[in-house]
């Protein structure tokens, strides 16, 4: 696993603190166009995601690893299918605990 170059763990709350850093999440796909995709983060909060998907069809949920460029936005860099269910209460409390006091354990 390369360490160089982390990427913070956030949900829709957490992205305005990471304007132009490094950010990975995943969201439930409400709309997908060429050359963006409109999700909605595990602690429901709409997020565009600039980018070109991969050519796959993208499933329910996809995690997104990218800079994040606006208080709503990512700039995708890597886009990874999780399936049709996905534990978004879970990874939203580990959002929590990522940039919280357990912050050291992430990045």
């Known amino acids: 696993m390369d360490t160089s170059n982390p990427a913070i ?7 305005p603190m990471h304007v132009r850093k490094r950010v990975r999440t995943v969201i439930q796909v409400l709309n997908s ?4 995709v409109i999700g909605k983060s595990t602690d429901d909060q709409q997020l565009v995601i600039k980018g070109s ?11 997104v690893i990218g800079i994040a460029d606006s208080d ?7 886009w990874t299918n999780f399936g ?3 534990d ?3 990874f939203n409390q580990l959002c929590q605990l ?5 912050q050291h354990l992430f990045l």
């Open 9 to 15: 763990l956030v949900n829709g709350n957490l992205l």
């Open 33 to 36: 166009e060429r050359d963006s």
């Open 53 to 63: 998907p991969p050519s796959t069809p993208l499933t329910n949920f996809v995690e």
């Open 72 to 78: 709503k936005s990512i700039q995708a860099e890597i």
């Open 84 to 86: 049709d269910n996905f």
């Open 88 to 90: 978004a209460s879970s």
């Open 98 to 102: 990522a940039n919280a006091e357990y």
